[in-house]
Nanobody, 128 residues
Framework: QVQLVESGGDSVQAGGSLRLSCSVS????????MGWFRQAPGKERSGVAL???????TYADSVKGRFTISKDSAKNILYLQMDSLKPSDTGAYYC??????????????????????WGPGTQVTVSP
């Protein structure tokens, strides 16, 4: 059984940093795409960052240069390092995984469509 569980969400002031973690268990695919998504109040879910099984990363324009996605394969943990946080980064953050590569046509970064496994989410609140 695949299980993803996020942690690390918190309330911080603008300009601060947070590191989100996603513990992944039962996901035994050698080819995969994993990512972070967020949903702000009253808005649809949107893609934040992806990492492919070959290490290739993709970022939303709004977080480029501020966020870094990484994966510790030995510990099966997906990370999202978030620096220079802005109030617009506020939202529920979800990690997700799929057993196809990130460039697969079924994967839609903007919405998260194509990802079959999701965590319950962790809240990030950035105050001005």
């Amino acid at each position: 059984q695949v299980q993803l569980v996020e942690s690390g969400g918190d309330s911080v002031q603008a300009g601060g940093s947070l590191r989100l973690s996603c513990s992944v268990s039962g996901f035994l695919y050698s080819d995969y795409c994993m990512g972070w998504f967020r949903q702000a109040p009253g808005k649809e879910r949107s893609g934040v960052a992806l990492i492919d099984s070959d290490g290739t990363t993709t970022y939303a324009d709004s977080v480029k240069g501020r966020f870094t996605i990484s994966k510790d394969s030995a510990k099966n943990i997906l990370y999202l390092q978030m620096d220079s946080l802005k109030p617009s980064d506020t939202g529920a953050y979800y990690c997700a995984a799929t057993a196809v590569r990130c460039h697969h046509r079924a994967v839609v970064f903007s919405s998260g469509r194509g990802f079959g496994y999701w965590g319950p989410g962790t809240q990030v609140t950035v105050s001005p």
